[in-house]
């Protein structure tokens, strides 16, 4: 990782950043054509790509905020030679993927966005774990790529979109990104098709979120669905709440043309059978199915069946979009288990029935839900004991 040789001339590419008026130390940074090549494979085949010299404060880069690494290789007390050195060398890592590092840390904050893809930021994201570096600076070095992708990521209809907000979930987790978290779990649960996974640029990459996380994705996907959307209410219990498009009642004999005339425009939409059509597919492509719904009950049909039925779809779509705001980190954060009041932090948005209180991004309670990172168990019993307590209460899952 780094040399022991003081004298040794730059090879390949050669560029030097300074970052301090006063440096007392060079971070040099050697990148080969090779990534991710482990120590115990050196080989002549190994060519130097580029070298870039950081001038750098010596003080700044050995604090252990910076490099828990770096803190340790710099301490005169810990016996490696590097302590001693005006030049220490940093290998295995691309230049690009250190520069922001040194940069953040020194107060550099110009440094170009230009060409730093998803890529690169997995890239960065591997040089923090290889040399200990603390992400916490690079926030808005995040933030800053983030916001300059957001309308591409966001962007609907397109597979490639889809597989880059796949790539972004990590990340955004990493750099504890609460807005981008928000808006990749929200889009991933919209318009992901099956099992929701993660993604990554780096074939080489050992990063994932913690399985958990993904678990979770999964009954919000079960719960955003639209279903309850196109399936009348009277095939259910007399008690159950009014279906949105259909209201409650009974079935009578008079009714038998309209719900076949219903269905069938349903079914040729591939919308009803809902657990038929729905296989393969997000809920924003069964969405735009339902989209297409056009009918108006027979003339025949009595009164409580004369209702603008296209509207009242429209209007459950819509609502159903809106079900869910994606994951909450700071409700993740609030809902793993701690001393004293277990989830104390948690419960309390329950409590106030203010969903996102001390959260950085606004969320209803769906969002609260699913966010709950804890033992599912605690979750189930606490939730339990809110409904015998509040047996008025409207849950939605």
Known sequence: MASLSLNEPPLGNHSTISLATQSDLT???????????RSNQEGSDRRIRST???EVKRKVVSD???SRVLARMLNFNAGFREARQEIVELRDQTCRAVEPFPREIHGSHDHHMEGVNIKMVWLVLHTAEFFGFDLSPLGAWFDRWYHGK?????ERDSKFN???TRQVLYPAYAFNHARAFNDVTDFLVINGRGHITESTPVYESNLHLPSRIIRMLSPAILSTQPRDAFVPSSTKASSAPANPVFGRFQLAPAKKKFFFEYFKKMYDLKVLPFETHFKGISIEDMAKRALGFDWTPPNDSCRSCQRDYKKLVEESIKKAAN?????CLDCMDASK????????DYWQHHELRNWSSKCRVEHGQPTWYFSFMGRKEDQTKMLREIRRDNRDEDWDF
């Open 337 to 344: 288990s701690k001393t004293g009041d277990r989830h104390s």
């Open 27 to 37: 971070l040099r940074v050697i990148e080969y054509d090779q990534l991710f090549h």
């Open 52 to 54: 870039v010299d950081f």
């Open 162 to 164: 889809l597989e880059l």
């Open 150 to 154: 957001t309308e591409k990521i966001m």
């Open 323 to 327: 079900y869910f705001d994606g994951l």
């Open 64 to 66: 252990v905020q910076f």
